[in-house]
Structures are given as C-alpha cells and as structure tokens.
C-alpha cells in the first residue's frame, strides 16, 4: 500500500493482523522477514489483543526516519 505524506509517497505494509476467533475472541500474528504471518501468545479480546500487539511489536511499528 502507497501513502502521502508531505508530498512524498511512502510505501506501508502490514506487520500485524488480528482474527476473530469467536464471537469477541480474536488472536494476533505478525508478518515475519520471511512474509509468513507468525503467531502471537494468546487469544483474548480485541482491546486486550490490540494491545498485546501494540506491546510486542511496538519496535516494528515506528516509522523509518533515516
């Protein structure tokens, strides 16, 4: 996926993915280096996945300002 930001497009991809498991039950994955969508710990519900999420890969989620 392409975004603007200030007049430049920056390409963003998806790192993480939530699944609904059941009825309010989800799990979450990441995308690996190797594009397969790896599993993260635990099943809980979208707030306490989203931030399980937000918790492990918050290192990955950061923009690249180089």
């Known amino acids: ?4 930001a200030e007049n430049l497009i ?3 991809g ?5 699944t609904e498991l059941a009825r309010n039950r ?3 994955a990441f995308r690996s280096h ?3 969508w790896e599993p ?3 099943t809980g519900s979208l707030d306490e996945m ?3 999420v937000v918790t ?3 290192p990955y989620l950061q923009p690249d300002n180089y």
């Open 26 to 28: 989800y799990s979450a």
């Open 14 to 18: 998806i790192v993480a993915r939530l």
């Open 50 to 52: 989203a931030d399980v």
């Open 34 to 36: 190797t594009e397969r």
């Open 40 to 42: 993260l710990p635990g």
């Open 56 to 58: 492990l890969l918050q």
């Open 10 to 12: 920056v390409e963003v």
């Open 1 to 4: 996926m392409q975004v603007l």
